[in-house]
């Protein structure tokens, strides 16, 4: 059997990488790192995991991201410390923002792509 001991990354499709770039720096405010690979990218750090842009410019999602459903679609979550604050911050920019079917302190929102993205509040400290 295969002892899976950590997640190092996850990859995603994105079909304008300047786009996606103002949003997962500017909008997600991540910490973007150095890559070294000859194909349009980008790559950030979050603690031990890393979320890499893979820039496909005839990437054209063909199914519709229903946030009805929130946690039932594929989706990336990123633990938050002010979910009012990320709410706020999303809105602000015209972002789609579901709150969490389950009750949860958690939202759902997706990237310029229609990418789902899951920002639950995690306390710190606890």
């Given amino acids: 059997m295969i002892e899976v001991v950590s997640c190092l990354h996850a990859a995603i499709i994105v079909s304008n990488l300047e786009r996606s770039i103002e949003f997962y720096s500017k909008i997600l ?12 990218g980008a790559w950030y750090q979050i603690g031990n995991f890393q979320i890499h842009l893979i820039e496909d410019v005839n990437y054209h999602t063909n ?5 009805m459903k929130s946690t ?28 969490s079917n389950s009750g949860r302190a958690a939202l759902f929102t997706q990237d310029p792509d229609g ?12």
Avoid at 30 to 36: G, S
Avoid at 63 to 67: A, F, S, Y
């Fill in 29 to 40: 405010g991540l910490k973007r790192v150095d890559r070294l690979l000859n194909y349009p």
């Fill in 115 to 126: 990418n789902a993205i899951e920002l639950t509040w995690i306390e710190i400290g606890a």
């Fill in 63 to 67: 199914r519709e991201i229903d946030l």
């Fill in 72 to 99: 039932r679609n594929p989706h990336i979550a990123l633990a938050i410390q002010d979910l009012d604050a990320a709410k706020q911050q999303l809105l602000a920019v015209n972002c789609v923002v579901k709150m």
